[in-house]
């Protein structure tokens, strides 16, 4: 008789031929073994695929699926599809899960019936960059902190969710190239309003590199935009102000993003002047801040 594994991880991998290798390492690490594990290969032209295979013939619990590239959201849907175990973890193919994270994050759930998702701490790393960890932050509501972009130290690699809770939202948006973790977490907690919870254990290391689309500033630009208009059409902002004061937000984040990190000061300072017309309250926040040397510049 077959018994499901506790945890199903969904790997989307493209292109990851580079990095794969220790995250698999990472996961056959655990101290809790009875996983199982979807890598989903996205139409790779690297090694990808070859990797995968080999390691699949040593370890059982790693399967290898494939698609023509469709991007993220698509290959993770087509992971869980094949998932069996009652929770699942979505895991990029470049993060470094800690040994105790599969352990840790299912102990909170199986504790805690009323619990659909716990997330824990993450720690950042990458050549050239100081490891660092992000501030744990669980003031307010999840959705307000969602809505309003409040930083919380929150990635998807970190999340471990209900398989029933997540099939019951309807999956990934894969309409979404980036941003796709956001429109999920939305969803997520319009459904279960009380179901999220948070651990401030470190349970994996995110790797910060080039190549990562969360650092193409334009398409997070494209993509937020269609997942915050689809937010307020299926009423996740309280009021229309709400929604335009919340707009306003990002657009300042975006603006800070294509200065700081993409040197393009006209995208940037466009964003500005759309903050402003969103809604001025936010703007004017960041000027206070800003005069009173205690906000940070764009």
Request: aromatic share 8%.
């Amino acid at each position: 008789m077959n018994v499901s594994p506790r945890v199903s991880v969904v790997i989307p991998a493209y292109q990851a031929e580079a990095f794969l290798g220790e995250t698999l390492a990472a996961l056959q690490a655990q101290t809790l073994a009875d996983w199982e594990a979807w890598v989903v290969d996205d139409g790779s032209t690297d090694g990808t695929a070859a990797l995968t295979q080999a390691l699949a013939r040593t370890d059982g619990r790693i399967h290898l699926l494939q698609q023509p590239n469709q991007g993220p959201a698509a290959a993770r849907n087509l992971g869980l599809n094949r998932c069996q175990a009652p929770y699942v973890l979505f895991l990029d193919s470049d993060d470094l899960l800690l040994p105790h994270a599969l352990a840790s994050l299912t102990a909170i759930l199986d504790a805690d019936p009323q619990a659909m998702a716990v997330y824990g701490r993450y720690q950042i790393f990458g050549t050239g960059i100081e490891p660092q960890a992000p501030a744990f932050n669980t003031t307010g509501t999840f959705l307000h902190r969602m809505l309003a972009c409040v930083p919380q130290g929150l990635h998807i690699s970190a999340f471990l969710v209900r398989r029933p809770a997540v099939e019951a939202i309807g999956g990934w948006d894969a309409g979404l190239v980036v941003c796709e973790d956001w429109d999920l977490w939305v969803r997520l907690v319009q459904c279960y309003p009380d179901g999220i919870r948070a651990v401030a254990k470190p349970v994996v290391r995110i790797r910060r590199h080039a190549g990562q689309l969360s650092r193409q500033v334009a398409l997070m630009e494209y993509n937020m935009r269609k997942a915050q208009q689809k937010a307020y059409r299926n009423g996740a902002y309280h009021s229309r102000s709400y929604y335009r004061r919340c707009r306003s937000i990002f657009a300042l984040v975006l603006a800070a993003s294509y200065i700081r990190d993409a040197g393009r000061w006209g995208a940037g300072l466009r964003c500005a002047l759309e903050a402003l017309v969103w809604h001025p309250v936010p703007v004017l926040k960041r000027l206070a801040g800003l005069i009173g040397g205690g906000g940070a510049g764009l």
